[in-house]
């Protein structure tokens, strides 16, 4: 053990026992412990990685937002409400232990290409591990393997270095990552700026398109059917033909609009295109620069600034999930009764919007309208609602006017969409049927003075609380 490593061991071993306050991970490189001591705050560092390999002990804080050591798991709140009581180092082994107050012990390994920490039971059993490793998997005997030559790899440093030195290696390491977002932003603005110039040129040839449109049209006989192109006079030359290109996959029709269509296309397209790119030019400029000001860029918010935002979530909460698109009536009873506008819908509704203790409604007998009643959990529908959604899910079904209609329902948690179904297909185990007679006009002045009037669609209101 070197001398510094020796001495820095001493200062901290003579203010404990200490208090664990907080363990958290800086930058995502050292292990930080917050230790509460009779001479105040104090800050150990240790950082086992192979581009640091080193320890500091002081009353010097990060002074960044450093999270907690959630690799710990369930082990971390007892961590931090424990004490430490003493730090040693084994010799020749490049590796500082740490025994808590828990009956748990605390490992840095120093060596290697990632360094790592490991938590073990006084049986040497590991708990957790900061990398996972093939050889330290949790409930495995815990054992190390240190280098066949060791060699002191440890290193003693002021605190305020070793914050400094680790922030450096985070900005070294959010540059990579911006440069390489930065890099594909300026693939993407080349890319966008080659088709820009694509359309410049299909542009430049409006008139091309007119006066073959013009010419198809005129020599409309000629054009064969599967044919790539067709031989026409010429009106300037008579002596000669001009060979217009055709799509043999179109009719003769098809190929003339789509000649007229691409001449009105691009002859009103230069004025857009002229915008775009200058546009497009600006946005590579102003990355240029930021690709040229990167390497000298110091400040992490900035740099995390310049990343992309995080991609929202594909699916968002049900309770977040919009109602407008869908028919809202309230029944008598004050429940909201929803129902799908088409096959899609359908699909939304129930496999996405509907919980699983709502009430589910589809006709026995035909295709149609799924619809829901949303209904707490354990709150039973009184049946004058049930007979309404029932008379809702006929009438949106179609079933002619005075003809009897079987109506399935269930709780939508017994409904199912299988694999590869087309759109408005499910399953449904069990389920009961309550008989409705369709009574168009009926229906029609109900639904008008029963629509639902939530003032925010976006917010799925609740079933009342009794019926």
């Known amino acids: 053990m070197n001398a510094a490593l020796h001495d820095l061991l001493q200062s901290l071993n003579a203010n404990l026992p200490a208090a664990v306050r907080k363990c958290g991970v800086l930058f995502d490189r ?50 931090e409400t424990a004490q430490l009581l003493r730090a040693e180092a084994l010799p020749s082994e490049n590796v500082l232990l740490l025994v808590f107050s828990t009956p748990s012990h605390l490992w ?88 820009i110039d694509a359309d410049a040129a299909r542009a430049a040839r409006a008139a091309e398109f007119r006066h073959h449109a013009v010419l198809l049209r005129a020599y409309y006989h000629l054009i064969k059917p599967h044919r790539d192109s067709v031989q026409v006079p010429d009106p300037e030359h008579p002596d000669t033909t001009i060979t217009i290109p055709l799509d043999p996959r179109k009719s ?7 000649y007229f269509h691409q ?22 400029a102003a990355l240029d ?44 009873d004050g429940f909201l009764i929803i129902a799908g506008r088409s096959a899609r819908d359908n699909d939304e509704l129930t496999c ?21 009643i949303r209904a707490r959990r354990n709150q039973p529908v009184p049946i004058r609602t049930l007979r309404e959604a029932a008379l809702v899910c006929a009438h949106l079904s179609k ?9 399935l329902y269930t709780q939508r948690k017994h409904v199912a969409k299988p694999k590869g ?32 009037d939530a003032p925010d669609p976006q917010v799925e209101p609740e079933s009342p609380s009794s019926a």
Not at 252 to 258: G, I, K, S, T, Y
Not at 268 to 284: C, D, H, K, N
């Open 30 to 79: 050292a292990l930080v412990l917050r230790l509460a001591t009779a001479a105040g705050t104090r800050y150990l560092y240790l950082a086992p990685d192979c581009m640091s390999r080193a320890v500091a002990y002081g009353p010097v804080s990060p002074h960044a937002d450093y999270p907690h050591a959630s690799w710990l798991g369930a082990h971390l709140t007892p961590l």
């Open 289 to 332: 620069r930021q690709i040229g000001t990167l390497p000298s860029l110091q400040d992490l918010a900035a740099l995390r600034a310049m990343l992309p935002p995080p991609p929202p979530t594909k699916q968002r909460p049900k309770t977040d999930r919009g109602l407008a698109r869908f028919r809202r009536f309230r029944s008598s």
């Open 421 to 452: 179904a087309q759109p408005g297909m499910v399953l449904v185990a069990g389920g009961k049927t309550i008989t409705v007679r369709e009574r168009a006009t009926a229906m029609e002045e109900w639904l008008r003075t029963h629509q639902w």
């Open 352 to 372: 996405r919007v509907a919980h699983g203790h709502d009430l589910w409604l589809h006709t026995r007998n035909r295709p149609g309208a799924h619809v829901i």
């Open 263 to 284: 001449a009105e296309k691009w002859q009103r397209a230069p004025a857009a295109i002229a915008r775009r790119r200058q546009e497009t030019v600006e946005a590579l």
């Open 108 to 195: 840095l390994h120093f060596f290697g290409q990632s360094g790592n920490a490991v938590l073990t039971s006084p049986d040497q059993t590991i708990l957790a591990a900061w990398h996972l490793h093939t050889h330290h998997p949790p409930g495995a005997p815990y054992h190390r393997t240190s280098p066949a030559a060791p060699r002191e790899l440890i290193s003693v440093m002021e605190p305020a270095a070793l914050v400094a030195h680790l922030t450096n290696l985070a900005c070294e390491d959010l540059r990579r990552t911006v440069a390489r977002h930065l890099r594909s932003q300026r693939a993407r603005l080349l890319h966008r700026l080659a088709k």
């Open 252 to 258: 003769p029709q098809e190929n003339l609009r789509w």
């Open 399 to 407: 079933v002619p006017d005075g003809e009897v209609e079987e109506i």
